[in-house]
């Protein structure tokens, strides 16, 4: 037979695209077909006996009986087969699924109404178009493990693929040798179907057949990997009820990450219309999607008033495994520049109320204005903490340095008392995102410019001072967090030029102690700007 003559049948008999794509992909490259028509059974029992519905498992557990027949390559006449279904015979050793035989003239794998014996060959070396030679056919089988099952015609042309190798023009077209059985006027068709390399096993190309049988595939499919494994075959095969079924059980379904990526690799196989539900899953309809699901996130966590420390906690770990760095940065620095500027609306009102009223009216819409400015900078806080951690906080950086509006504020509401009696912990969490900042300058986790080091000092060093003043020592843990931040800023002090360094240094004094063993951090800035200072000038150092 010729390979190629049987192909451009196919291809004027098929006008659907799709049909034309699977059959270049499934039956000119892995497949390999013989037809050859003998005389049969009576043609009006196999035609007028009634059809049997039966539900089909399609459950990887399931083997075929040993009365299914393997196809011999013989000159075996098929006009002399019993009438019962012969015992199971193989080629090669192999597990086959069972199903139970029925007297219905349409039921799988029954040889006595059978008028299609097909011959699934499983073919471990790569095959390339048909393989019509029958000599090249048989020493083939001798390697490959083979099964041969009776089907049906009229079953068959559910399937797209069979329905075009069955058609009248198909096998006018063919060189397929056809003879009629005067007294019966049956055709019978044999074909050879190779199941190509990828597969190990041929179970679920027999499951996929017996689902023409069928009506009820969704009864059929019942787990994921099963609908995984039949989808494709459906698709070589065009059985496009079973296809429409696999997806429908695909997409109602949880995946895993192995699962998902099989899925991906199917999707392209599938029309618009089958793989739209997929696609919505695995693929964003814009490209922001990530981003505004961060920013949503973070937004939750901050906000939350149930178990916030949980969520910060579960935000902050997907922000440390976030793919995207700069996605990361653009959200956080979304976020942290949104509460800042809600921190400086409210200490601004704070300091410099508009509104008039009786003394409690005043005192409560303070009170509001500070519990607002309290709470968005314990935001500020956490955001900072976590651009650090990703070393995204250049940004945040530059912005606190220039808060020179925000510093004033914060001075004139300390040197009030209505903070000591509500939000005795404002102070702290002003000094602690100072020091978080500070810090990553100082260790290089930011690499800060001249102009942003001086003016973090300049703008923050009198908050500082004026805490240590008139905020009282609350335990240990409020007189580290000041001699902490009098080491990073007299550090910082330290990577400046001469001249800046020498101003800022002078307001440093009140960093000294009764005791000059107990600020050895004063000491040794002070003796790095003498040493520093006492050299040459820059003219002497060049001439």
């Not at 509401?413 to 000094?431: E, H, I, N, T, Y």
Request: one cysteine or more.
């Amino acid at each position: 037979m010729n390979g190629h003559g049987p192909l451009a049948s196919i291809f004027s008999f098929l006008n659907s695209s799709r049909i034309i794509d699977f059959v270049l992909t499934t039956i000119a490259k892995p497949f390999s077909l013989s037809l050859s028509m003998s005389t049969a059974d009576d043609a009006g029992a196999a035609v007028n006996a009634p059809k049997k519905k039966q539900r089909v498992s399609s459950s990887s557990s399931t083997c075929l009986p040993s009365t299914l027949a393997i196809i011999d390559l013989s000159d075996e006449s098929l006009t002399e087969r019993p009438r019962k279904p012969p015992l199971l015979r193989r080629t090669a050793s192999h597990s086959l699924f069972h199903f139970s035989p029925s007297s219905s003239a349409a039921d799988f794998n029954d040889q006595s109404t059978a008028d299609v014996v097909l011959a699934l060959r499983l073919d471990h070396q790569p095959s390339s178009s048909f393989d019509c030679d029958d000599a090249f056919s048989e020493s083939s089988s001798i390697a490959s493990p083979e099964t041969q099952i009776y089907l049906h015609s009229r079953v068959l042309r559910r399937s797209k693929y069979f329905a075009a190798l069955l058609s009248d023009r198909w096998q006018q077209k063919s060189d397929a040798a056809s003879s009629m059985d005067e007294e019966n006027c049956f055709k019978t068709h044999r074909i050879t179907h190779r199941i190509p390399a990828v597969y190990d096993s041929m179970d679920d190309y027999v499951t996929v057949l017996k689902l023409l049988y069928s009506d009820d595939l969704l009864f059929a499919i019942d787990n994921l990997s099963t609908a995984l494994d039949l989808l494709p075959i459906a698709l070589e095969l065009l059985f496009e009820d079973c296809v429409k079924a696999c997806v429908r059980f695909i997409e109602a379904v949880p995946w895993s990450e192995e699962d998902e990526k099989r899925i991906l690799s199917l999707i392209p196989l599938l029309s618009e219309e089958e793989s739209k539900e997929l696609l919505a899953r695995v693929s964003p309809l814009k490209n922001d999607s990530s981003e505004e699901m961060l920013h949503g996130l973070i937004l939750s966590a901050i906000h939350s008033n149930s178990n916030m420390a949980f969520a910060k906690a579960f935000v902050a770990k997907l922000l440390r495994d976030f793919s995207s760095r700069e996605t990361a940065r653009k959200v956080l620095d979304a976020a942290f520049d949104k509460s800042l500027r809600v921190v400086k609306q409210s200490l601004e009102e704070y300091s410099s109320p508009d509104f008039r009223g009786s003394h409690d009216e005043t005192e409560v819409i303070q009170r509001l204005n500070l519990h607002t400015a309290m709470t968005n900078l314990k935001h500020v806080l956490w955001l900072v903490e976590r651009m650090i951690e990703l070393r995204v906080a250049d940004t945040a950086v530059k912005a606190w340095s220039e808060q020179a509006s925000l510093t004033a504020d914060l001075r004139r509401a300390f040197l009030d008392d209505l903070w000591r009696a509500f939000f005795p912990g404002l102070p702290s969490v002003v000094l602690r995102c100072t020091c978080r900042l500070a810090s990553a300058v100082v260790t290089g986790n930011i690499l800060a410019a001249r102009q942003v080091r001086m003016k973090l000092v300049r703008d923050w060093l009198p908050v500082l001072i004026i805490c240590k003043e008139r905020v009282p020592i609350m335990g240990s843990n409020s007189m580290s967090l000041y001699v902490e931040l009098e080491d990073i800023f007299l550090r910082i002090i330290s990577t400046l030029p001469i001249s800046d360094s020498q101003e800022l240094l002078q307001q440093c004094l009140s960093f000294s102690t009764r005791n000059i063993d107990d600020c050895p951090h004063l000491v040794d800035a002070f003796t790095t700007w003498f040493r520093r200072a006492n050299r040459p000038a820059q003219a002497d150092l060049s001439g």
